[in-house]
């Protein structure tokens, strides 16, 4: 069945470390996305990328780091300098960013904690 | 600006009609979005609609939108304990050369017998 896989489902990090959250799409999308989502609140954009070998800053980017070298994989890195990094962090993906129309379609999220 | 806003939290009894509702501020905003996430899961597209459109629905689902009002609500009928989750309104806005979701709190709906 095509869809969205994130991985893992939960994910714990120590001060000081990188760890990389995966996601990978076999829709055949264009355009991936990460969000974080705190308690309470809405989705907010980390990054976004449009087409292979391209992404840009989503408004909560300072932290985090990606990579989108292959159509089907976008993965997130949450870098020491994320000082607070526990969330549930969603990968979406739709066919084209800049077409109207498209919605996103979402992964079942990874939940990272601190130890 | 860019803000969407929902009410945090309906209860309704098995059977009877739920209706949530959003506010958005951007007038430009060409699609709306309504999500479900189950507990520890990510989200589902439910349904959405174009901005210059009133009303769509799809099974249980309707969706009505008052563009001059900028309000949109999500109505499911004869709601189920199944439907007990958390909906989030979304609406897309045109932003640096693609469209992006702007993504309201959450509305937590509760299904009591």
């Known amino acids: 069945d095509g869809g969205i896989t994130q991985s893992p489902k939960y994910l714990f990090r120590k001060e000081g470390q990188n760890v990389t959250l995966s996601c990978e799409q076999n829709?055949?999308?264009?355009?991936m996305y990460w969000y974080r989502q705190d308690p309470g609140q809405g989705l907010r954009l980390i990054y976004y990328?449009?087409?292979?070998?391209?992404?840009q800053k989503g408004d909560i980017a300072e932290g985090y780091s990606v990579s989108r070298e292959k159509k089907e994989s976008f993965p997130l890195t949450v870098t020491s300098a994320q000082k607070n990094p526990t969330a549930f962090y969603l990968c979406a993906s739709s066919i084209g960013a800049g077409r109207d129309g498209q919605p996103q379609h979402f992964g079942d999220g990874t939940r990272l904690s601190i130890l | 600006g860019e803000d969407v806003e929902q009410s945090l939290f309906l209860s309704v009894r098995e059977g009877d009609s739920s209706v949530i509702n959003c506010t958005y501020t951007d007038s430009s905003s060409t699609y709306l979005y309504w999500y479900k996430q189950e507990p520890g899961a990510g989200l589902q597209l439910l349904t959405y609609?174009?901005?210059?459109?009133d009303m769509k629905q799809d099974q249980r689902l309707t969706v009505l939108l008052n563009k001059k009002d900028k309000h949109l609500s999500l109505r499911i009928a004869d709601t189920q304990t199944g439907d007990s989750a958390i909906y989030f309104c979304?609406?897309?806005?045109?932003?640096?050369?693609?469209?992006?979701?702007?993504f309201g709190a959450g509305t937590r709906l509760a299904v009591h017998p």
């Open positions: 979304a609406e897309s806005i045109r932003s640096g050369g693609y469209n992006k979701l702007i």
């Open positions: 609609i174009f901005s210059n459109m």
């Open positions: 829709l055949n999308h264009d355009a």
């Open positions: 990328s449009q087409i292979v070998n391209d992404f």
